[in-house]
């Protein structure tokens, strides 16, 4: 990550003068930053990418525009975040919850989770960390998590609002765990973060899931890159 800090920082210089660029380019500097000190960013990273239109204008933005495309894949191998919330959405978040509690399953590193305690929610947040040794070697929660399997959790534990992101579209244990939900009558909110029919989530939960895609929660949640993730409830 510092070689990849710094190769933004070049960029920043070669493009010190050009405001829209240099936007894009401070933007991920600012978010690794926070990252880095186990801080969200303030506010949702713009569209990291320049459109043909851009780069046929100048072809100096090629080969950065290749450069901001690893932004994602730098964030998932240092600091083991497939998601980036940022403190705008997570106060959204915090409002919308209104005191209920929470469960967070497959928390990873458990950003929201840490983000919500401060914020005093009473959040549980659980995670069986079978993703270890992948693209990050190990996990490093910003609050406590607590081994546990997903659909265990969802079956027996009490919360109001029940929230999963960035699932793998490789199992489908998000499809079980709305099929558990189903089964135990559960009425309260279950918040999905997510690409749908993409890179997130199994076919078996988008096929069978009833969503609604809230302004609330959505509104400091905007895709960064060509990734169009969103958030959703899941009935």
Same mark, same amino acid.
């Given at each position: 990550?510092?070689?990849? @800090?710094?190769?933004? !920082?070049? $960029?920043?210089?070669?493009?010190?003068?050009?405001?829209?660029?240099?936007?894009?380019?401070?933007?991920?500097?600012?978010?690794?930053?926070?990252? !880095?000190?186990?801080?969200? /960013?303030?506010?949702?990273?713009? @569209?990291?990418? *320049?459109?043909?239109?851009?780069?046929?204008?100048?072809?100096?933005?090629?080969?950065?525009?290749?450069?901001?495309?690893?932004?994602?894949?730098?964030?998932?191998?240092?600091?083991?975040?497939?998601?980036? /919330? !940022?403190?705008?959405?997570?106060?959204?978040?915090?409002?919308?919850?209104?005191?209920?509690?929470?469960?967070?399953?497959?928390?990873?590193?458990?950003?929201?989770?840490?983000?919500?305690?401060?914020?005093?929610?009473?959040?549980?947040?659980?995670?069986?960390?079978?993703?270890?040794?992948?693209?990050?070697?190990?996990?490093?929660? $910003?609050?406590?998590?607590?081994?546990?399997?997903?659909?265990?959790?969802?079956?027996?534990?009490?919360?109001?609002?029940?929230?999963?992101?960035?699932? =793998?579209?490789?199992?489908?244990?998000? $499809?079980?765990?709305?099929?558990?939900?189903?089964?135990?009558? *559960?009425?309260?909110?279950?918040?999905?973060?997510?690409?749908? !029919?993409?890179?997130?989530?199994? =076919?078996? *939960?988008?096929?069978?899931?009833?969503?609604?895609?809230?302004?609330?929660?959505?509104?400091?949640?905007?895709?960064?890159?060509?990734?169009?993730?969103?958030? $959703?409830?899941?009935?």
């Amino acid at each position: 990550m510092i070689a990849y @800090l710094e190769l933004l !920082n070049q $960029w920043a210089k070669k493009f010190e003068t050009t405001s829209d660029v240099l936007f894009k380019i401070q933007a991920a500097q600012e978010a690794i930053i926070c990252l !880095n000190q186990h801080q969200l /960013p303030k506010s949702n990273l713009p @569209l990291l990418s *320049f459109s043909e239109r851009d780069i046929f204008s100048n072809f100096a933005l090629m080969p950065l525009d290749d450069d901001l495309a690893m932004f994602r894949q730098e964030i998932i191998t240092t600091f083991g975040l497939w998601h980036i /919330p !940022n403190q705008q959405w997570l106060m959204d978040l915090h409002h919308f919850i209104s005191g209920r509690s929470v469960l967070e399953i497959m928390a990873g590193n458990a950003v929201i989770s840490a983000g919500l305690r401060q914020l005093n929610d009473q959040v549980a947040s659980t995670d069986n960390f079978d993703w270890r040794g992948q693209d990050i070697l190990a996990p490093e929660p $910003w609050t406590y998590v607590e081994q546990e399997d997903a659909l265990k959790s969802v079956k027996q534990r009490t919360f109001d609002v029940l929230i999963l992101s960035w699932a =793998p579209d490789t199992q489908n244990i998000d $499809w079980q765990v709305l099929t558990a939900l189903r089964s135990k009558g *559960f009425t309260g909110d279950f918040i999905v973060i997510g690409e749908q !029919n993409g890179v997130t989530n199994s =076919p078996d *939960f988008w096929q069978n899931a009833i969503l609604s895609e809230p302004e609330i929660l959505n509104q400091n949640h905007q895709p960064f890159d060509t990734i169009k993730d969103a958030v $959703w409830l899941v009935k």
